[in-house]
């Protein structure tokens, strides 16, 4: 830390991730030698990132200092505020802290990958209190679309850090307790350092429409059909709104089915905890579904992002295995497309439609809300914190500079607004704060079971692969005379059809041929410089004839005999 130019006696922040950008949300607060991180999240791949199943941070520098890490504590459930917690403990076995629902979903994931026997997992409460030699962790309620979700304050010698989670002021939640305003306000009393809040919906005006808005419209939608089955897609983690469909369902004496592993574990956690409550005897599984009439039954599933592999996807592409549509099916998309997932819906929309499905979506028929404040919340949490500085986090550039401008709005100078980067380190006293350096906060790839083994070269190739295809080239080269035995032949896979490309597929041949030779001839059997010219020679020529660059990929056997 002392390269970073950071003062004995100040505190440091930093983002490792959730600056600039939606997702990987990983905060640090460091004084001297303790660090208490706040959440530890992942980001979905953009569709450039091709093959890549999840992005991470890069945790170098938190695996350096490691023996500084006191605690990781969480905010709430989300992926992009826990899904990075299994791949940091796997270099860093710290301390975990979350509420009851979070830690149930973080076991879950600590249970694939191996790690829960040796994890150190804590349940928190928002009244628990964290204490450490040089600074203390305590809690605040807060609302979102998903239950048991905390701000958290950090409790150092040069005063309170604030981080708020993803929250909005929901004054009337379906299935959990109201966001404690005094509690938010008792901090801003006491005095608060430094704020870091939530940015995602800092460019829409107004307040969030409560969670009990979107569960009138669920109710009119079930008033309205009375003919066929409900299929209900949303988010697994919103148990709110699951709540509210089962409850409808319940009113108008509808059976509830539940499909999608997600959605299933949901479920269980939920009841396990106490926020779903489905009275005796409305589950049915789905072999109970086929005995019961269409229009007495609720499928709650996966899927309202258009996601191929989800239940809602298959049942409209017609390869669900247990569930087809029917005719006077009303199915309900209750959220919005996240963005880069619009095509996929919509391709998802029509297969219903085409079935013969009523579909009810979009913020015309009312049936979903954010879980993010918006303006006037933003500018709420100012108010009851009245930060000394002020940091915006969970954005993307434009979403903190225009959360920035409320927060002077709000009373805090401009000179002590800071809009930071990914590594890059605040440090903070009483009564000043400065950039005090930066350290590497790179994006990380996960692809399968591999992490960081996909780098920018990869991602390259299969971005070429996809747009422009591939061509094998295979000979057979004697090592001692040099001369081609057998080839070289050119397969082609994405770039030409081979039955129609034949004069352009033998000139390709010849050109290898050509390369080989120009090399051979002289006495050099090096492989490397032999693919080398094939690539060269081959790709210009290609070019030339289809205006296209494929992959190619010499595969050389040579021969010792």
Known sequence: MNKLNVKNNEVAIYGVGGLGEIGKNTYGVQFQDEIILIDAGIKFPEQNLLGVDYVIPDYQYLIKNKDKIKALVITHGHEDHIGGVPYLLKYINVPVYAGPLAMSLIKDKLQEHGLL?????????????????KMSVTFFRTTHSIPDTVGVAVHTPCGAVVETGDYKFDLTPVTHEPPDLQEMAKLGRDGVLCLLSDSTNAEKPGWTRSEKWVRYSIRRIFDKATHGRIIFATFASNISRIQSACDAAVSHGRKIAIFGRSMETSLINGQKLGYLKIPDGSLVTAEQLHTIPANKTLIICTGSQGEPLAALSRIA???????????????????????????????VINELEEDGANVIHGKINRIHTSGHGRQEEQKLMLRLMKPKFFMPIHGEYRMLKIHVHMAQECGVPKQNCFIMQNGDVLALTKDSARI?????????????????NVGHVVLHDRQLLSEEGLVLVVATINSKSGKVEAGPDLLSRGFVYMRQSGKLLSKGRQICYGAIASLTNNGDTNQVH???????????FLYQKTRRHPLIIPILVMDNH
């Open 436 to 452: 005090a350096g930066h350290f590497a906060a790179g994006d990380v790839y996960i692809d399968g079971n591999g992490i960081g």
């Open 530 to 540: 032999i693919k080398k010219v094939i690539i060269n020679n081959l790709q210009r």
């Open 317 to 347: 592409n017609g390869t669900h295995r247990q569930i087809s549509i029917q005719p006077h099916d009303t199915v309900v998309f209750s959220s919005n497309p996240i963005p880069g997932n619009t095509i996929s819906v919509n391709k």
């Open 117 to 133: 026997r040796q994890a150190h997992l804590h349940v928190i409460e928002p009244d628990s209190v964290l204490k450490f030699d």
